[in-house]
């Protein structure tokens, strides 16, 4: 049976609130987004920020796009359920474990939905618990300015400092998120990487379109030249150290819904700390706060580890959801020198705003996108970095490989 929807509300400071029909999830899920609300206030930095500004998105390309997101939520069957809770009854092992090597083994716990695996904490992935659980282990060698992305201490602590109750919560609207969607992680991998879909995919998955009419195949040579979403105008700065998430946000709400809500709006839903933001709650809210996920643009978006993804394979996906779904992409990439020239310093993992693709014929493609870390805010000694940036894509998936994450928001 297809699950309940609840009534979400606004919840920030001085909002009033707002009944928004969204998604069919679990009471759990009602309870989280009110957890969430309870978050202390944090500091505003906004500037001059005015909510409600109206804004409305831009959109270039040289050829109309191509038919939008046909992907909508599917049902939680009886074997999803029991998947959900034998992960989540498993939880209960953070409770007693010691030891940071064994804190990342029972981190990472895995459910299976029709065929495709799914890690908390990672999101879809190919990869086993082990290997996950191993990058949790494998800190890096130099050091790193933190921009805000919760790095893989951070995944730990959270996991093991939630009390059993909020872990619960959590966990369980995370999968039962996941299961909803693995329709569409399907066709994204059949029609990026060409997998093959199961016989009976289209009886079983009746929220996606029929298989084949969607995919374009090839790369990049029916796509145009150029596209873009988004304007310029709803890229800011971020306005703390450790809110490049709430800054992403900011931008990708802003492009959703026409209005500007401070990024202090955003940290708040998204339950971000000290300790930075994880890509599940940046997809969590997407799908919760914006129209991106309407089965009219992207679907719900998922969280997607990309580490047996080929460069064509990253591109190819990066023009599918730019200008096919209209819709932006969540990138996950480690802020290094050698993959971005205008950093003065080595930084952490980060994220940032996909926008668009130059295929640049005669040239190396590149990825447009808003780039929310300004270090000369910080350190007025270093130069400043601006907000649009269009860069050697390659750059960038090598970056993202470079995450030990490895993963986008899609």
């Known amino acids: 049976?297809?699950?309940?929807?609840?009534?979400?509300?606004?919840?920030?400071?001085?909002?009033?609130?707002?009944?928004?029909?969204?998604?069919?999830?679990?009471?759990?899920?009602?309870?989280?987004?009110?957890?969430?609300?309870?978050?202390?206030?944090?500091?505003d930095g906004d500037d001059g920020d005015q909510d409600g500004e109206a804004i409305t998105p831009a959109a270039e390309t040289t050829a109309a796009p191509g038919t939008s997101g046909t992907t909508g939520l599917g049902r939680?069957?009886?074997a999803m359920q029991a998947e959900i809770d034998r992960?989540?009854?498993?939880?209960?092992?953070?409770?007693?474990?010691?030891?940071?090597?064994?804190?990342?083994?029972?981190?990472?716990?895995?459910?299976?939905?029709?065929?495709?695996?799914?890690?908390?904490?990672?999101?879809?992935?190919?990869?086993?618990?082990?290997?996950?659980?191993?990058?949790?282990?494998?800190?890096?060698?130099?050091?790193?300015?933190?921009?805000?992305?919760?790095?893989?201490?951070?995944?730990?602590?959270?996991a093991s400092g939630r009390s059993a109750s909020a872990r619960t919560e959590a966990e369980r609207a995370e999968l039962t998120q996941a299961a909803q969607s693995v329709g569409k992680v399907w066709m994204l991998r059949h029609e990026i990487q060409g997998i093959e879909l199961p016989d009976d995919f289209a009886a079983r998955h009746p929220e996606v379109a029929a298989p084949g009419t969607e995919s374009r195949g090839g790369f990049g040579e029916s796509y145009p030249k150029r596209s873009k979403i988004l304007t310029s105008r709803?890229?800011?700065?971020?306005?703390?150290?450790?809110?490049?998430?709430?800054?992403?946000?900011?931008?990708?709400?802003?492009?959703?819904?026409?209005?500007?809500?401070?990024q202090s709006y955003w940290a708040r839903r998204l339950g971000t700390t000290t300790d930075g933001t994880a890509i599940t709650d940046m997809v969590r809210v997407i799908n919760n706060q914006t129209d991106y996920d309407a089965r009219?643009?992207?679907?719900?978006?998922?969280?997607?580890?990309?580490?047996?993804?080929?460069?064509?394979?990253?591109?190819?996906?990066?023009?599918?959801?730019?200008?096919?779904?209209?819709a932006p992409v969540v990138l996950h990439p480690v802020l290094l020198k050698r993959y971005y020239p205008y950093l003065d310093d080595d930084a952490s993992g980060h994220f940032q705003v996909g926008r668009g693709f130059d295929q640049n014929p005669g040239g190396n493609p590149q990825i447009g996108y808003f780039e929310p870390w300004d270090q000369s805010?910080?350190?007025?000694?270093?130069?400043?970095?601006?907000?649009?940036?269009?860069?050697?894509a390659y750059r960038s998936y090598r970056a993202n490989l470079d995450h030990f994450q490895h993963n986008v928001g899609v």
């Open 296 to 326: 009219d643009k992207a679907g719900p978006y998922v969280v997607l580890d990309i580490s047996d993804f080929t460069f064509k394979q990253w591109y190819r996906l990066m023009m599918r959801h730019v200008h096919d779904y209209r």
């Open 87 to 158: 992960v989540v009854a498993e939880g209960a092992a953070l409770d007693r474990t010691q030891g940071r090597t064994a804190l990342a083994r029972a981190s990472v716990r895995c459910a299976t939905f029709d065929g495709q695996r799914y890690c908390l904490g990672f999101g879809w992935t190919n990869q086993t618990r082990e290997a996950l659980a191993a990058r949790l282990l494998d800190r890096p060698s130099f050091g790193r300015e933190s921009t805000g992305d919760l790095d893989a201490e951070g995944v730990i602590t959270r």
């Open 76 to 78: 939680v069957t009886r």
């Open 1 to 43: 049976m297809p699950l309940p929807r609840f009534l979400a509300h606004q919840i920030a400071d001085g909002d009033q609130p707002r009944p928004l029909w969204r998604h069919p999830v679990t009471i759990a899920a009602a309870a989280l987004a009110l957890t969430l609300g309870a978050v202390p206030f944090l500091p």
């Open 377 to 392: 805010r910080f350190d007025p000694s270093e130069p400043a970095i601006g907000r649009v940036q269009w860069r050697n």
């Open 234 to 262: 709803v890229a800011q700065p971020q306005n703390q150290t450790y809110w490049c998430g709430p800054a992403t946000m900011q931008a990708i709400g802003w492009g959703s819904s026409k209005e500007r809500k401070n």
